[in-house]
């Protein structure tokens, strides 16, 4: 199959720093992706990794090693509203695959 | 559009009913998917559609489920005769299809809220 393990849940203080770890199988990997989900909304895209390596974006960054099947989401200087669901997706081919995502709680 | 498009937004319906739900994705979007997720759950792939025909429909639950896709553009998910426990919100997410990553990041609508009662 095409596995994509996150953690279910992980609990953080604001102002500080939370990994979320996602694991998949690599067989036809072709690009990975994490969405990021509020309560009551779609999600919306947060990262993209296709080579490996880390890439950041602000607060966030995400990190690739395709050998390992490997990803993690870094989030610093926590706050409040980072409050969500934290979705991996894989692209298999052509087609992208979600994790069953990791709620995240931000507690002050 | 400028963005993905589901309708209804809520839908409350009695046991043993069918229920359509649409989908019309961003223009220009050859790839199109339907997910459902329960209250606190992940997102649970049902059906892919790649242009008008569907290669991957695996997540289909049972054959009370089935959907389509016209003109390359809308999709209607049908469930038969509905249980409670197809009560979730139903999301609809389009890509423009192709590799890399502006042709396969999915934009999701607000999704269908079915309540089975």
């Known amino acids: 199959g095409q596995n994509i393990d996150q953690p279910t849940e992980m609990t953080a203080t604001e102002g500080a720093i939370v990994q979320i770890n996602c694991t998949y199988q690599t067989s036809g990997f072709n690009g990975l992706f994490w969405y990021q989900q509020h309560a009551g909304e779609a999600p919306t895209f947060l990262s993209y990794n296709v080579l490996d390596g880390l890439e950041e974006k602000g607060r966030f960054s995400s990190f690739l090693s395709r050998s390992k099947g490997y990803s993690y989401l870094l989030l610093k200087e926590l706050q409040m509203k980072d409050s969500a669901s934290y979705l991996c997706a894989v692209v298999y081919g052509n087609k992208l695959v979600f994790g069953a995502g990791t709620i995240l709680r931000v507690k002050s | 559009g400028a963005g993905v498009s589901q309708s209804p937004s809520n839908k409350v319906t009695e046991k043993g009913k069918d229920v359509e739900l649409r989908c019309d994705p961003i223009s220009g979007h050859t790839a199109l998917y339907w997910y459902r997720q329960s209250l606190g759950q992940g997102l649970e792939f049902l059906i892919y559609?790649?242009?008008?025909?569907?290669?991957?429909k695996s997540g289909l639950p049972s054959d009370r489920f089935s959907a389509e896709r016209t003109g390359g553009s809308v999709s209607t998910l049908t469930i038969q005769r509905t249980q409670q426990e197809d009560s979730a919100v139903y999301l609809c997410a389009s890509s423009l299809g192709g590799t890399g990553r502006v042709n396969t990041e999915a934009f999701f609508g607000q999704g269908t809220r079915l309540t089975v009662v």
């Open positions: 559609f790649q242009g008008n025909s569907a290669p991957d």
